[in-house]
C-alpha cells in the first residue's frame, strides 16, 4: 500500500488545480454541452421561437445528401493532408537524420511553419497563387496551367490541401526526426555491414521501426485536418467555389453562422465531437504497445 | 580466408589526433584481442577496419584488398556490437537472414545456413521468437549467429560480453573462443576484461592513447611488457611500480625509500639513470627464497583476504611508497606486522623514467 499523504484540511491543493479546471469548465465542457443541448433544439429562421425537438436534426442530417458529400469531400481532404504533411516531412527528416554539420540550422528553419498562424498561413498561400497577381499563378500560367482557385473546384481544394498540409510538415518532422534519432546507431551499422544501402535500410530498418511514431501522427494529422484547417480554409477560399472546399468544421460554421440554422450546425458539431472522441481512444490503445529497441 | 594488414593507419576527427599511426599483421586465421583503457580508440580501430569510420591516412587490407574505399558490406568482414544491434522488428531467423536476402542468396541456400547456425548455438527452438523475448546470452548468440551465417573472411567484436553477468560472461567466453578455433576465421576482438585479454587472441594488442604500446601473446605481455604502461595495466592488480635508481654500473637499483637491490644481470651501459622498478603483487612471497632472492621489508597496512589469495597492502619502511603482495591462502596477520618479502630476481622489471621504455 501507498502511503498517503496528509494535507490536513487545507484548501492548498484545490486552489492549485482549480485554474485548470475553470478553464476546461469554461471552454470545453460548457460549449460542448451548449452543442449537445442544442442540437435538440430547433430554432425558426428569425430566432423568435424554439422548439424541443430530440434527434431530428440527427435525422435529417442522416438523410441529407449533401452532408454525405461534405463526409465524402473531408475525408478526401484528411487524407490527402495528412498522407502529403506525413510524406514531405518523412523525406525530410530521413534526410536530415543523416546530415551533421549544420543540422541544426536546417531543422531550426524547417520548424518556422509551425510557427505560422493558420489565417496568416492562408494569406500567404491565397497571395501566392492570386489568379492575377500570385508569382505561382504567373508560373502556372507560363507552363500552361490556367491557374485559378476561385473558379475551379479542383484547384481550390488542391490549394487548402498544400497550405494544410505545408503547415503541419514541421510538426510532423520534428516526431520524425525524434524518432529516427533514438534508434540506435548501431542497428543502422549492422544493416550496412548486412549490405543494405540506404534506401534498404529505410525501408527495412528505419521505417518499420518508428511505426509506432507514424501511427500516432497519423491520428494527429487526421485531427489537424479535420478541425484546424478551418482558420486557412477560411483565409483562402471560404469553403467556395460552390462548396468545393467545404469540409465538415466549415460547414458547421456556415450552417450555423451564416445559415443560421443553429439545431442542424448543432448537431454536426456532435458528429465532429464522436469523431474526435473516437480517434483519441484509438490513439491511446495503440500507444500502449511501444516498441523496444534493443 | 584473410590477413588483415594495417600500414600506417591514422585517424583524426577535425584537429584531434585518436589513432596515431598503427601498422599491423594479423595473419589468417589468427585471434588478435585488443585491449585499452576507456577512450584509447580501441573502437575506433576495429570501425575503421569494418569500414564504419573513414580511414584518415595509411592503408588497411583484407586479404589481398586495399579496403579503404570500400564500403562495409563489400569488406567481407562481419561485426558484433557491443549492444547486439539486433533488428528489433525481426524474429530470430530473419535477423540471421537478413544480410544472406539481401545478397539475394537462394532461399533453401539460406535456410540451411541459419538452421546450421542455430544449431552450433543452440538457438532452434528461438528461430520465431522476436529480440525482446530473449535473454541477454542468447541476445549475444544470435548476433553471433548473424555475424557466422554471413561465412565472412574477418570477424570483428566489440566488447561483445561487456553487458552480460559475471557467470555468462566466463560460458561466452569460452563458446567465442571454441567458435573461433573451429572456424578458423581471423578475428579482432575489443575489449577492457583482462581476463578476455589474456586468454582469448593468440596475440594480445595493448592500445594507449591511439599508440600500440605492445603487440604480442599474451604471456609475453605479461611476462616482458615493453612500456611502464603495459606494466600498470595488463594484471590484475597492477604491477607495483616504483621510483628507483640505477647506479651507474647499471648493477643494483636504490628504491625511494632507500632500500637497495642488486641485479643478477647488470645493464651495464644503460646504468646512471632514473628507473621505474617493476614487480607483480603475484610475484612477492612471504615464504621461501633462497640467497639469490631480492629482499623488501614491508609495513602492513591494510589487509584484504579474497579466500584464495591474500592482498596485503603496506610501504616500504615506515612511511615509503606503497606496494601490495599477493599471498596464497588465507594468511594471518594484522596491520602494523612487519613483513619480511623476496622475490625472483628473475621477476623484477626495469623501465626507463622518461621514455617508459623496458630497461635489459
Ligand atoms: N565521432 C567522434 N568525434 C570526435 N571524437 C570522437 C568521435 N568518436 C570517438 N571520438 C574520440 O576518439 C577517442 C577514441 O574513441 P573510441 O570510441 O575508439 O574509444 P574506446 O577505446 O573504444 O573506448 P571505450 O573503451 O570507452 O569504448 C575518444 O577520445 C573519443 O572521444
Ligand atoms: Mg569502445
Redesign the interface.
Known sequence: MLKRVHYGSSILPFLLVAPQIIITLVFFIWPASQALYQSLLLEDAFGLSTEFVWFDNFADLATNKLYYDTFRRTAFFSVSVAGIAMGFALVLAAMADRIIKGALTYRTLLIWPYAVAPVVAGALWVFMFDPTLGIFAYALNVIGVDWNHKLNGSQAMALVVMASAWKQVAYNFLFFIAAMQSI?K??I????????GPV?RFF??IF??ITPTTFFLLVVNVVYAFFDTFGIIHAVTQGGPAKATEILVYKVYNDGFVGLDLGGSAAQSVVLMIIVIALTVIQFRYIEKK???? | MAEIILDGVRKSYGKVEVIKGVDWKINDGEFVVIVGPSGCGKSTLLRMI???EAITQGEISIGDTVVNEL???ERN???V?????????MSVYQNMA??LK??KIPKDEIDKRVQRAAEILELEEYLDRP??QLSGGQRQRVAMG?AIV?QPAVFLFDEPLSNLDAKLRVQMRLEIKKLQEDLGITSVYVTHDQVEAMTLGHRLAVLNGGVVEQLGTPIEVYEKPATVFVAGFIGSPSMNLLDAELDDKGGAVTLAGGAKISLPEPLGAQGGRSVTFGVRPEHLKDIGGDANSLRLSLNVRVIEQLGADTLVHGTLGENGTELVARLEGIRAMAPGDVLDLNMAAKSIHLFDSKTGRRLG
Open positions: 540506435p548501431s542497428l551499422e549492422a544493416a550496412a555491414i548486412d549490405g543494405a534498404k527495412t530498418v518499420p521501426l516498441v523496444e529497441y534493443s | 569494418a569500414g564504419l564500403e562495409p558490406s568482414i562481419a561485426m556490437f557491443q549492444n547486439y544491434a539486433l533488428y528489433p522488428h537478413y544480410g539481401i545478397k529480440p525482446r548473424r554471413r
